[in-house]
Each structure stands twice: as structure tokens, then as C-alpha cells.
């Protein structure tokens, strides 16, 4: 028997799980899988089957006593999360699933079960502040096209966009950016008809992203700058999300492996506006934190009544907020 957590993002898929004394993990690079427009649940499930799957091989697992999975995309974007449970259930013979979203999970990652904010920025961002209580603050998460401010996607962007004004020789272009965007995706024409016949443009977007990177760390301006205003946007979320509780702020998500670039203006941005914050780094990821979750669903300490924790077990039915909900709610999540 079990527990397994799965993070699901604009990156992929990453699972962690835990036996006895033994551990697996299991990842897939493959963007989200979408249907018009919303996270496909069906062809999800399929693929969090084979990472699991392929994970667990060489571990003698019979079945899970809980499952956690994080994902993108939740509640907007998800219409049904007990397609998960129905898909699973009986696949891994799951005694309890917590579905919510990636928010949640980095957050549980980052602070374990304490109160605090925590900026998830990967290929988009989403911010949670929450006491796990009465608190719950979510900012950003809206999309590539209406916010991600400071996420992959947006930094890949305004790389993009610099790199097709150096080619067309208009002003605030930038000509090492232009360099890796030929070296990424050949001719600015091939880049066109790639991002605007993908149903996933946010992915090659956030492709392009390290590229800006290594331009900023070889000096760059223009790229410099645009890392600068990331890390200031994330800085802005999560002071946003940081009414009514501590100021204790930490970050998860792959964006700030470029600490180099982010975290400067990140926490300068959070100091001007909180001079009093204070910043723990993060204690794991965002598939640690689901791996937690899956834990505290086994053994019945998860209260979902935060809107975007859904709770699934063999012996009740679904308990959990509307996806219609606003993202702000009264109650306990988590009991630590």
C-alpha cells in the first residue's frame, strides 16, 4: 500500500510516491491536454495512469490508500474532478483522492500546513495566501492571455516580442534574443505559424524562457529587464494575496530556478511594499506537497472546505467547493 502525489502543469506531469520505506518518481514533459479550451480529464487520467504506472515497476504496490493530484487549470478549466476518481479509482485501488489545484499543492510543498503565501510561477503563475482556515487569497492564475504576470509564458513572450522587433529593426528590439529565437524555431515565419495553429501556445512560450535567461546572464539588456518586471509582478501577487495573515512569504514552481534573475527583484519588490516580510525557502515542490495531501486524505485530516479541494473516497460520496466559486472561502482545509 501507498500514497502518491502528482503535480500537474503547464510543464507536465511529475509524480512522487512512497511505499514502506521505498520511493518512485515519474514524469511526462507533454503539455496539458486540452478540449476546447478546458483541461481534458479523460486523456489526463490516461497519462497520470502511465507515469504512475511506470513509476511503481520496480515497487511491490498492490494499491494507494491515498492519492493527491495538483493540477493546472482547477476550477475554471475543470469541469468535472470526480472524472479523475472514476478514472483512477479502481485502476490503483485508491482508498481516498484529493484533487485541487496546483496552487494548493505548491503551497503545502512549499510552508507544509502553515499559513503564509506562496507564489507558484512556472509556465503561468498563481498565487496562494491562506491559513488553511478562514483565509484564503488566491491572485493571478488567469491565463497567458488575461495575467500569468512574471510566469514562463510571459517572460518567453516579451522575449519573443523584443527578438521579432530586432528583426524587423524597430526600436527596443533586442539581437541576441532574435539569435536564440532563430536557433529555437528557425525563421520568425516558422514561429508564427508554430504559435497560432498550437493549442498550446503558452507552452512554446515558456520554451523560449531559459533562452531569455542566458541573454540576461550574458548581459543583455533587454532581457535583463524583462526578468526585472517578472520578478517585481510576482512580487506584487503575492503581497496581494498576503491580507489578513503573517507576513511569511515562500515560491515554488520551476521559474525560480532562475533565482540568479528572479529572486532580487522578487523580494525587493515584496520588502518595499511589506517592509516587515519575512521569506522561507521553500521546504519541496508542489508533487511534495500533493504527496502530503495524499497522506492527510488517507487518514481523514483533509476538511475540503476551501472551494478548489475536492475530496473522493470509497465509502462517501465527493465532498467539496463549486467550481464556480470565486476563490475565496470561509473554512478548514486542513486539519495539521
Known sequence: MGFAGVDVGGGGIRVRIEAGGSSATGDDASPVPREEGRVDLD????????????????????????????????????RDPSTLWHALR????????????????????????????????????????????????????????????????????RGLHAALRAHDGRIGGSAALLKHLTARFGHPSELVALVYASGSAAH????????????????????????????????????????????????????????????????????????????????????????ALARAAADGSVRPHHPYVYVFTDTAQPIGGSAQSSGRSAGSAVDS
Open 43 to 78: 486523456r489526463l487520467a490516461a497519462r497520470i495512469t502511465r507515469v504512475v504506472e511506470d513509476a511503481v515497476r520496480d515497487l511491490e504496490i498492490d494499491r494507494f490508500a491515498g492519492m493527491a493530484i495538483g493540477t493546472t487549470g482547477l476550477p475554471g478549466l475543470v
Open 90 to 157: 479502481d485502476r490503483f485501488g485508491l482508498g481516498a483522492l484529493v484533487v485541487t489545484g496546483d496552487t494548493v499543492t505548491t503551497h503545502v510543498g512549499a510552508l507544509g500546513f502553515q499559513p503564509g503565501v506562496v507564489v507558484a510561477a512556472g509556465t503561468g503563475v498563481i498565487t496562494l495566501g491562506t491559513d488553511l482556515a478562514g483565509v484564503w487569497n488566491q491572485t493571478d492564475g488567469w491565463g497567458y492571455l488575461l495575467g500569468d504576470h512574471g510566469g514562463g509564458a510571459w517572460i518567453g513572450m
Open 204 to 291: 512554446h512560450f515558456a520554451s523560449f524562457a531559459p533562452y531569455v535567461g542566458e541573454a540576461a546572464r550574458d548581459g543583455d539588456p533587454v532581457a535583463r529587464q524583462i526578468w526585472t518586471e517578472a520578478g517585481r509582478q510576482l512580487g506584487q501577487s503575492a503581497v496581494a494575496a498576503a491580507s489578513g495573515l503573517e507576513p511569511v512569504f515562500s515560491w515554488g514552481g520551476r521559474l525560480f530556478d532562475a533565482a540568479d534573475l528572479l529572486m532580487e527583484p522578487f523580494q525587493n519588490t515584496v520588502r518595499a511594499l511589506l517592509p516587515d516580510a519575512r521569506f522561507r525557502p521553500p521546504r519541496g515542490t508542489s508533487a511534495d506537497g500533493a504527496l
